[in-house]
C-alpha cells in the first residue's frame, strides 16, 4: 500500500491568542469535530463550546477539532472577543492549547502540555480525512489542488 505524503493537509492562517481566550461560538457543522468527508454526525447550527472541549483526545496526538462549513466564530475571553468572518462562502477553523508541530512530536497525549496561549487556526480548506494511514488514496475532489486561492477574511475585535 502506497501512502500520499505530498498532499497539503491545509491551507489557511495560524493566529496566537491569549489563553484566555477559550469560550468559541461559531455557525457551523458541530458540535463534533467535522471536515468535507467527515461529518455525517454533524449538523449545521450555532453552537457554543470551549478550546478544551474542542479537543478531541486520540490514541495518537494529531490534527483534530476542526469545524467544516464554518460562516463565523467568535473567541472571548469573558471582556472581549474576537469574530472571525470569511469573506468566502464558509471555513474551517479550529482552536487548540496545542501547537501542531507539538502535536506532531508528542508520542502520546500525556506529553501534551499547554503552552499558555490558544491557537486558532482560519483555514480556506482542510483536505478530507480519507484512510490512506490504512487505504486508499483520497479522491481528487477532496484535495486541496487548486491551482489559484483567493481567500480572505474579518477579523472583528469587540
Known sequence: MKCEFNLLPRFGFEFVLEDKFSDIEYYGYGPYESYEDKRLASRLDVFKTTVEDN?????????????????????????????????????????????????????????????????????????????????????DALKINEKHIEYSFIIEIM
Do not use: W
Open 55 to 139: 479537543f478531541e483526545a486520540y490514541e495518537r496526538p494529531q490534527e483534530n477539532g476542526a469545524h467544516y462549513g464554518t460562516k463565523y466564530v467568535t473567541l472571548s475571553n469573558g471582556r472581549n472577543v474576537v469574530k472571525v468572518v470569511s469573506s468566502n462562502d464558509k471555513f474551517s477553523f479550529n482552536a487548540s492549547k496545542y501547537s501542531l508541530k507539538q502535536m506532531r512530536e508528542a508520542g502520546h497525549n500525556d506529553m501534551l502540555e499547554s503552552e499558555n496561549v490558544t491557537y486558532f487556526y482560519a483555514d480556506y480548506r482542510n483536505s478530507a480525512i480519507g484512510s490512506n494511514s490504512c487505504g486508499p488514496q483520497l479522491n
